[in-house]
């Protein structure tokens, strides 16, 4: 649900970050794939490394948007 990961990012804290799919699961939930990805995304805010798969375009210009500064 929208909201989600932003109260997980607070409990967990995460420094590093491995982002593996954007699948459909939940998605009846958002207004779109993006949106979806950029909930996901979130958890990662205070992340010093984010992986990711970067043949996924999608994913890989919404990081760079959503995640300045951080090693992608």
Known sequence: MPGEM???QQI???DTGIFTNLG???QENFRSREQK???KIRLFTNCATVVYCSDQELTTRVLNEALPGTRL
């Open 24 to 26: 459909d699961a939940h």
């Open 37 to 39: 990805l950029r909930e």
């Open 6 to 8: 932003e109260r997980l």
């Open 12 to 14: 967990i804290q995460p």
